[in-house]
């Protein structure tokens, strides 16, 4: 795996391995939201959606189009797409659902 990477970088110009480093970039951010929703059920005993998961998905997944895009694959392009659509939707939510301290008046302090 190793030597087929390094053929890959030795062949290969400035641009294409910045954007290989966005796409590992991208995958990271991606999949760290999984990391993220599985610490925040494991800490309540229970299966829930933290706020960051949408956060992370979000962020990967405009990179991941971005490097979808420039790869001109467009069953990746078209995926991403479409789970961005998702990931906005659910930010949307959190933004303008009020929050517990602003439904009962109080602003979190004493």
Known sequence: MIEMFNEFIAHSSEIEIIWLVVGFAAQMLFSARFLV??????????????????????????????????????????GQAFGLLVYSRNIWFIWNTPRKSDEDGSTGGT
């Open 37 to 78: 929703q599985w610490i925040a059920s494991e800490r309540v005993k229970r299966s829930i959606v933290p706020e960051a998961f949408w956060y992370f998905s979000f962020l990967g997944g405009a990179m991941l189009l971005a490097y979808a895009i420039y790869r001109k694959d467009p069953v990746f392009t078209l």
